[in-house]
């Protein structure tokens, strides 16, 4: 029931999804936490967004620490960050922090930094940290032009990695691209694992709504179990 959230790109939604994912957990009943290891971008010393939209879909009681070990104020890439931090990102700390946060909750839903290979420190990336907590990913898609190629890019690593694509969303983010149900059949076709849901474009995207647009369902069945849906 924990699931690794991650994107073909940064700036794709994965926040977005994650919160509707711990919504519509919520929904069912149950309790669920989000989690966000690596934060960068935190606006001259507040919270970052990201970190607040997860804390604010939590619904059992966890420190920020549980929530966001590692948080850095530079918008820039994580390890960059955390060098001009003086820090060294730690995946024993992420990981102590997401088992307290099993212990808690029934559901924990992980979301990485930027794209799925984004550095975390000298030797590690976020690819590395999906592998450590060992976790099946939800992959999100941004709908515009090369995200057929970015999407194919990163499930092909992740597989390799050894890793379970458990559900991908199409989050369209270009509400003018051509041929948008064209691309969402050839990614359905593609990538063996079935599609949660077709997040619409919208200018104030609502976790809650795209919540109830979720097919959780779908996160049990076998790849050979489900038919591709025509969108």
């Given at each position: 029931?924990?699931?690794?959230?991650?994107?073909?790109?940064?700036?794709?939604?994965?926040?977005?999804?994650?919160?509707?994912l711990l919504y519509a957990f919520a929904a069912q009943g149950k309790s669920v936490a989000g989690m966000k290891p690596v934060a960068a971008g935190c606006n001259d010393g507040e919270l970052n967004d990201d970190v607040k939209q997860l804390r604010a879909a939590t619904n059992v009681l966890t420190s920020?620490?549980?929530?966001?070990?590692?948080?850095?104020?530079?918008?820039?890439?994580?390890?960059?960050?955390?060098?001009?931090?003086?820090?060294?990102?730690?995946?024993?700390?992420i990981l102590e922090s997401f088992n307290e946060l099993t212990?808690?909750?029934?559901?924990?839903?992980?979301?990485?930094?930027?794209?799925?290979?984004?550095?975390?420190?000298?030797t590690q990336d976020s690819s590395d940290l999906a592998i450590a907590l060992d976790l099946p990913i939800i992959l999100v898609v941004g709908m515009r032009l090369g995200c057929l190629n970015h999407a194919l890019l990163t499930f092909k690593v992740l597989t390799d990695c050894g890793l379970t694509c458990a559900g991908w969303v199409a989050n369209i983010l270009d509400p003018d691209m051509e041929a948008i149900q064209?691309?969402?059949?050839?990614?359905?076709?593609?990538?063996?694992?079935?599609?949660?849901?077709?997040?619409?474009?919208?200018?104030?995207p609502d976790a809650h709504e795209i919540s109830t647009q979720l097919n959780l369902k779908l996160l049990n069945e076998h790849p050979a179990d489900y038919l591709i849906q025509v969108v």
């Amino acid at each position: 029931m924990n699931y690794f959230v991650t994107g073909t790109d940064t700036g794709v939604g994965k926040t977005l999804v994650s919160c509707a994912l711990l919504y519509a957990f919520a929904a069912q009943g149950k309790s669920v936490a989000g989690m966000k290891p690596v934060a960068a971008g935190c606006n001259d010393g507040e919270l970052n967004d990201d970190v607040k939209q997860l804390r604010a879909a939590t619904n059992v009681l966890t420190s920020l620490g549980q929530i966001n070990p590692y948080s850095f104020l530079h918008p820039i890439a994580p390890h960059i960050a955390a060098s001009k931090a003086g820090v060294s990102i730690n995946f024993e700390r992420i990981l102590e922090s997401f088992n307290e946060l099993t212990a808690q909750a029934e559901v924990v839903i992980v979301e990485g930094a930027g794209g799925f290979m984004v550095p975390l420190n000298e030797t590690q990336d976020s690819s590395d940290l999906a592998i450590a907590l060992d976790l099946p990913i939800i992959l999100v898609v941004g709908m515009r032009l090369g995200c057929l190629n970015h999407a194919l890019l990163t499930f092909k690593v992740l597989t390799d990695c050894g890793l379970t694509c458990a559900g991908w969303v199409a989050n369209i983010l270009d509400p003018d691209m051509e041929a948008i149900q064209d691309n969402i059949q050839a990614l359905q076709e593609r990538i063996t694992a079935p599609l949660l849901c077709v997040v619409k474009h919208q200018a104030l995207p609502d976790a809650h709504e795209i919540s109830t647009q979720l097919n959780l369902k779908l996160l049990n069945e076998h790849p050979a179990d489900y038919l591709i849906q025509v969108v």
